[in-house]
Nanobody, 125 residues
Framework: QLQLVESGGGLVQAGGSLRLSCAAS????????MAWFRQAPGKEREFVAS????????YYADSVKGRFTFSRDNAKNTVYLQMNDLKPEDTAVYFC??????????????????WGQGTQVTVSS
């Protein structure tokens, strides 16, 4: 079992920054990839960014590329999402997710096995 706990959400003005954290506990040794997803009211959960655990390679949705940065602290079993130049359309609940094995694409919520409870990010215009 793996537990994921997100933190760092909040209210920020457009153009501002936030850093989300996701702390993992439990069976962290079996991680293939970690990811951030987000879900706005009335919309489907969408891919934001991911990191392949062994290589450290990161991947981003086009909508956040150049503004968001995925990083990790292996010693703390924690991943981060640094979000800069935030826009009102970034408003959503942000979820941390973990995948135990490779699946083609790795950008669908169905590709991931464990989820955090989510943290709200609200960007005002």
């Amino acid at each position: 079992q793996l537990q994921l706990v997100e933190s760092g959400g909040g209210l920020v003005q457009a153009g501002g920054s936030l850093r989300l954290s996701c702390a993992a506990s439990g069976r962290t040794s079996s991680t293939y990839a970690m990811a951030w997803f987000r879900q706005a009211p009335g919309k489907e959960r969408e891919f934001v960014a991911s990191i392949r655990w062994s290589s450290g390679n990161t991947y981003y949705a086009d909508s956040v590329k150049g503004r968001f940065t995925f990083s990790r602290d292996n010693a703390k079993n924690t991943v981060y999402l640094q979000m800069n130049d935030l826009k009102p359309e970034d408003t959503a609940v942000y979820f941390c997710a973990e995948a135990r094995q490779f699946r083609l694409g790795m950008r669908s919520p169905d590709d991931h096995d464990y989820w955090g409870q989510g943290t709200q990010v609200t960007v005002s215009s």
